[in-house]
């Protein structure tokens, strides 16, 4: 009974942690039937609802709130147990719960989840795409990978990359209807669609860097949102001049669809860090994942640093032939009181 009754407990916590059956059901490695029915058992012998459903949402009930709020510290303990044994594995095992950038998912994670599962095949990956920063002990992740502005004090933050080049583009047809773009300036004349991370303030203001000068500009426009799919699609669409992250639109430029504008101005994102709780013990499988990207990363680094020194003088192109230049990867290195 024992056993049952904590595998009811540990699907009611994923449902509330996902907000849905369908992922918690991934997590757990069951089908969203089944979780269903445990969650209604576990209802039936509690004689309270603890969630509401309905067919959009998950939501907990206040005896569901109070439920979890007992349960959250007895799961980490449990995780802990279970992170003390592995130490005595040779190899790192479990599963490590990651909160991931979508630009970090493509730039960072993807290239990388090769090698990675090859080198730890016992270590699953459970990774969770989000615009919006995570709190990581509320929401149970190992750790997470956002941009390093805004991090928590509380947290340690390990670099993994230089900044990020934004690319101003517009696709061919709205310029061909609009007036040409020579300085930073001429955007308050135009239609500028304002992407922003989820929860922060950005997009208002888009800033520009030329040599050792910087202008802000405060754009307007018709279109203000916080989904970089949707910013990036309304830019092909030609609904106005979008500024995205260069990685981002880099193979639209190269097809046409997309013109950059302002190509001597480098407006720079802050670079992507990993973060986790320095409230807790680091799991073998979390410091796996870090010494790995640390090696990588530096790696990348030496890499990069080599072709740059093999390749010519740049030259001045066309927008019709412009290039994606590279960018810089300095070396991942640890944060104060990291590992």
């Known amino acids: 009974m024992r056993g049952t009754r904590f595998a009811q407990l540990t699907a009611f916590v994923a449902v509330a942690e996902h907000s849905s059956f369908t992922k918690a059901a991934m997590q757990l490695g069951i089908s969203t039937p089944s979780l269903s029915q445990t969650i209604r058992l576990l209802e039936e012998q509690f004689g309270v609802r603890l969630l509401n459903r309905t067919t959009r949402s998950v939501a907990l009930t206040e005896a569901g709130q109070e439920l979890l709020g007992h349960l959250a510290p007895v799961m980490e303990g449990v995780d802990k147990a279970i992170d003390a044994i592995n130490a005595f594995r040779d190899k790192p095992a479990g599963t490590l719960r990651l909160t991931v950038h979508p630009v970090a998912a493509v730039t960072v994670i993807a290239p990388l989840v090769a090698r990675f599962s090859r080198e730890y095949p016992e270590i699953r990956l459970d990774i969770s795409v989000n615009d919006e920063r995570k709190d990581i002990v509320s929401e149970r992740f ?3 990978i956002h941009l390093g502005d805004g991090i928590a004090q509380d947290m340690i933050a390990v670099p993994l990359g230089g900044k990020f080049r934004l690319s101003t583009v517009a696709s061919p047809d709205y ?5 040409p773009i020579s300085t930073p300036d001429d955007l308050k004349q135009h239609n500028c669609i304002k992407y922003s991370s989820a929860g922060s303030e950005g997009g208002r203001t888009w800033t520009f860097r030329k040599a050792d000068e910087q202008v802000e500009v405060p754009v307007t426009g018709s279109l203000n949102v916080n989904d970089l799919d949707l910013a990036l699609r309304a830019g092909l669409d030609g609904v106005g001049i979008v500024q995205l992250p260069e990685v981002v639109v880099a193979q639209y430029v190269a ?16 670079d992507f860090v990993l973060f986790y709780s320095s409230r807790r013990h680091v799991p073998l499988k979390l410091r796996a994942l870090v010494d790995f990207l640390r090696r990588e990363t530096k790696e990348g680094s030496r890499a990069k640093k080599e072709e740059v020194a093999r ?15 590279p960018r810089p990867q300095p070396a991942l290195e640890y944060a104060a009181g990291a590992l």
């Open 311 to 325: 390749r010519p003088a740049p030259t001045r192109v066309s927008v019709t032939g412009y290039r994606v230049p």
């Open 175 to 179: 310029l061909a209807r609009h007036a």
């Open 255 to 270: 097809q046409g669809k997309l013109m950059p504008v302002l190509t001597e101005w480098s407006p720079q994102w802050a």
């Open 142 to 144: 190992d750790a997470g």
